[in-house]
């Protein structure tokens, strides 16, 4: 048992969901009365979705389903029934997100996804890998990580600081590749150049232009890598077919529903021989070495069996998406959603007296970006994150994410089907509570 001084009490768990009987029913409306539908704490105003997403009670009820009849004969339903589950699951998210089932795996998140991307490709000295400020922190990390190893390729790093418009960011990023290409280029060698792209930022929470972006580096001969890691269930109309990525990657559980960890890493047929192998390796794969060799494994079977892991998150999309559509489907979600962040960013942003970081609803999608109170010169340090961190968890029972960009202190909330007005006025409390600590160690430190 956990010990009763605990920071985190345990909360009691929801009763048993018939989802026969419920999807019977209407949805409720949308805002506090769907809380029913999700298991937090009754005290709890949770404006952080982008982070770890939101399990609906249905969903988990039929992944628990999945996890007794696993555990009743896990020999049978592993042998023999998981793989028909997850293709299901693949064909259900192919549909949604505009691409061929066969260009489509489960992974267990974004990140993932992008390092078993990176480590497919052999790498030359004179390659090169280029992020962004903006890049994802274990990103970021995987690709100086690559740079810190043999051969070394090169790691660039290309600026984006809001608040900005989509055209210089294109231009911008144009420009960029550009002067990449020039100074690479060797006639000699025939280098790699890969780009990582994110399609929805995560600090900053913005749409990023990628598209485009995707564009540039194709003319370029540059290859994109999509972090697409918040857009499935939050970017509405995904084309990848039409779009056209070398690569793109997004989670299942932040924006869709799904059970954590889940993810869809997209390969278009064009570029399915670069992965020889997921991490882990797994017993399917075909080696050059072995004495029947007859060409690379195909692309999904890789991924089949990477060793013993719980199959229920890989399935969980399948649940995701029909609670999805008993909801209304992903219009009427988004245009709820998106409508709430925009009202609770103007609202934030009136009460502390600052600015809007997208202020013309250009890069807003479910997140809303709002400067907070708190000084810029006050610089982003353990001791600050940490002391922000604990006063919205641990003392108001409230959460949306913080960070500083561009010399300035900013909060970004996630606006969910559960989340009303009212949800960013309690946030906002603990919000200017946390400011004036931090002002106030502040102070205390450079006294």
């Not at 704490?41 to 007794?68: F, H, I, K, M, Q």
């Not at 078993?116 to 890049?135: C, E, M, P």
């Not at 043999?150 to 960029?176: C, M, N, S």
């Not at 934030?348 to 997140?367: A, H």
Request: charged share 25%.
């Amino acid at each position: 048992m956990p010990s009763s001084k605990s920071v985190v009490p345990l909360v009691p768990v929801p009763t048993v969901v018939d989802l026969e009987e419920l999807y019977k029913t209407p949805p409720p409306a949308f805002g506090h009365e769907t809380l029913k539908l999700f298991g937090f704490d009754p005290e709890y105003v949770n404006l952080n979705n982008g982070s770890y997403g939101s399990l609906p009670l249905p969903v988990r009820a039929a992944c628990d389903n999945w996890t007794t009849e696993i555990e009743s004969n896990p020999d049978k339903f592993i042998r023999y029934k998981a793989r028909h589950l997850v293709n299901r699951a693949r064909e259900r998210i192919a549909e949604l997100i505009g691409a061929d089932v066969d260009e489509c795996v489960i992974v267990n998140n974004a990140s993932h996804g992008i390092a078993t991307v990176l480590r497919n490709f052999s790498f030359k000295k004179g390659d090169v890998l280029i992020g962004a400020n903006t890049t994802y922190g274990s990103v970021s990390k995987s690709l100086k990580y690559l740079g810190d190893i043999p051969p070394y390729p090169t790691v660039l790093t290309y600026g984006v600081y809001f608040p900005t418009t989509r055209e210089t960011i294109l231009e911008e990023f144009k420009q960029f590749i550009r002067k990449v290409r020039e100074e690479h280029d060797d006639s000699h060698q025939n280098r790699t150049l890969i780009a990582i792209i994110d399609s929805i930022v995560s600090h900053p929470g913005v749409l990023m232009p990628w598209k485009e972006m995707v564009a540039i580096c194709r003319d370029a001969g540059v290859y994109s890598l999509v972090d697409a890691a918040h857009s499935i269930g939050q970017e509405l109309d995904l084309n990848l077919s039409e779009a056209k990525p070398d690569f793109w990657v997004s989670n299942c559980h932040k924006w869709l529903y799904a059970k954590r960890g889940c993810a869809v890493l997209y390969v278009p047929k064009r570029n399915q021989h670069i992965i020889k192998s997921p991490i882990p390796t797994p017993v399917a794969y075909h080696s050059p070495q072995d004495e029947d060799y007859k060409g690379p494994q195909e692309f999904v079977k890789l991924f089949d069996w990477t060793g013993t892991i719980d199959h229920v998150p890989r399935i969980s999309p399948i649940a995701a998406l029909d609670f999805r559509a008993w909801l209304g489907g992903e219009h009427k979600i988004n245009e709820y959603t998106h409508k709430l962040a925009i009202e609770g960013g103007k609202y934030l942003s009136e009460r502390f007296g600052t600015s809007l970081l997208d202020p013309e609803d250009s890069f807003t999608l479910n997140m809303v970006n709002v400067e907070l109170p708190i000084p810029g010169k006050i610089q982003e340090t353990a001791e600050v994150l940490n002391l922000i961190r604990d006063t919205l968890c641990l003392k108001w029972n409230v959460n949306a994410a913080f960070f500083w960009h561009n010399e300035k202190w900013w909060v970004r909330c996630s606006a969910q089907i559960y989340n009303e007005l009212s949800d960013f006025h309690v946030v906002a409390n603990a919000l200017e509570d946390a400011a004036a600590k931090v002002i106030e160690f502040n102070v205390g430190c450079t006294n």
